[in-house]
């Protein structure tokens, strides 16, 4: 289901470095001698007047970053005459160009008698790799495709919006490790050293393999940074390291892949996760204002997986004012961690939007899972939320039993496409001591139990919660009338919503309050 982790040093809390030949079918050379026979007829025009006809009259490249190439574009010159005609095409700006161009399946920048024939059209293919502008700013790079025909010049422009970026690329891993760069944690000579690393917001952070936040380092995330994550890649909070990723309501962080192009907005699964391992009381890690999205795994929070045997982590996730949407396994995975999670959304993921293993503790109040996972041709079966006092032991292959410390789920939402969104599996193996209230489920679930549930007017069963437009993946109250309004607990010090919105007296059940 989910990728396990990789093997480990098991002493101490040591720093992570230490740890076709082609054949012709007869048919077709035969077809390829008749065709070349037919050539001897072939006219062309030199008609000053004919031109080409273009499926673009531009092509754009928004955003690339500096020094990784772009993904392929073309477009189509058709010769809408009835007779051939041969063109000159050639890239304006030459060899120094960041554009690369195909004509009809060759590669260069100057292109002699192009050969159209009547009808007919050629392809193009365009690719850009943008050197370092020398801002912290996007910048434009413009050419041109460049085509004469019997005298007639025509054009096509080239547009490419660039940004620099902070890069950071594996230079180490194997053996068990994924491909990985520290973050923190190490100085310039590989030194091991325990430090605190900010990131400014100047430019977007682009990972490749695994960025590493070492033993009892931290990383800061300011404001407005953007972290884009190559395929494969992912953020590493090692065991006793930190991660404050600190946004503000009208200034969020980003985490999600680094292809940019609008045809990559909504497709799951383009990196891995967000990893955090154990760590002390008061280490705790915090993700506030953010947003991610389109992972493998949103977060991931565990023990170190090499201590199977280990207490619950005393470190804590918190979660305020975050959506996590998208994942194509899971939004929010725990084994055995604890998490507070306040006015956060989890939604539309392949398998579980939010998924509780291995005991541990819990305080979610405010919260919306919603998952309506629609990505053609996969079919979820996995309910949206889950919570069991188990997980499987990588190391030893063996089930592991873990108490829930006592755990409050308050004014939240589990909905979804499935009949039942909601699922509670406990062993009887330990203790497990959890409430809910002010909630709405979407469940076949029995929920008549008054020790998890000791208010049974405050769980509403298959409600619909009035949800502005599911298919649009907006989870915000639709209207005044909507079934979440004024159903919340007030009592619980949150006055304000996801998106910083004041909730009144009577506050909504779920992560958005409605506003007219």
Known sequence: ?????????????????????????????????????????????????????????????????????????????????????????????????????????????????????????????????????????????????????????????????????????????????????????????????????????????????????????????????????????????????????????????????????PQYQDVPGQWERIWINDGAAGQDNEFRNCDIRNALVGIQCENFPYYPNAATSEAKLILDKVSIRGCSAAGLLSRNYRVTATNTLFADCGQYSVALTGGGQYDFNFITVANYWNVSGAIRNSPAFVMTNTYEDLINSVLQVREIFTSSFRNMIVEGGNTNEFLIELDPGNAADYTFRNCILRTDQPTNDTGPFPDQLTIWRNQNPGFTDVGAADFHLGSVNAFAVDKGFAGTGVFDDLDGDARDAAPDVGCYEFTP
């Open 1 to 261: 289901m989910i990728l396990p982790p990789p093997t480990y040093q098991t002493a101490g809390t040591p720093s992570l470095r230490a740890l076709h030949t082609l054949r012709l079918p007869l048919l077709l050379l035969i077809l390829l001698a008749l065709s070349v026979g037919c050539r001897k007829d072939l006219q062309f025009t030199d008609d000053s007047g004919v031109t080409l006809e273009f499926s673009e009259d531009s092509v754009l490249f928004d955003t690339i970053f500096t020094t990784v190439g772009s993904v392929t574009k073309r477009f189509v010159a058709r010769n809408t005459g009835d007779m051939a005609v041969k063109v000159d095409v050639a890239l304006e700006g030459g060899s120094p160009s960041p554009f690369r161009i195909n004509v009809d399946g060759a590669s260069g920048i100057s292109f002699t008698d192009v050969e159209i024939l009547g009808g007919d059209s050629i392809f193009i293919f365009v690719e850009a790799t943008l050197g370092p502008g020398g801002s912290d700013d996007p910048f434009i790079i413009e050419d041109h495709i460049l085509f004469n025909t019997n005298g007639n010049d025509q054009e096509v422009l080239l547009t490419a919006w660039g940004q620099d970026a902070h890069f950071f690329y594996p230079d180490a891993g194997g053996g068990g490790l994924p491909k990985y760069s520290i973050i923190a944690g190490e100085d310039d000579d590989g030194n091991v050293i325990c430090e605190t690393v900010t990131w400014p917001n100047d430019k977007p952070y682009v990972i490749y393999g695994y960025g590493v936040v070492d033993s009892c380092s931290t990383l800061i995330i300011d404001p407005g940074v953007r972290v884009y994550v190559h395929g494969g890649g992912g953020l590493w909070i090692y065991r006793f390291g930190r991660i404050q990723a600190l946004g503000q309501p009208d200034d969020r962080i980003a985490f999600q892949g680094d292809r940019l192009e």
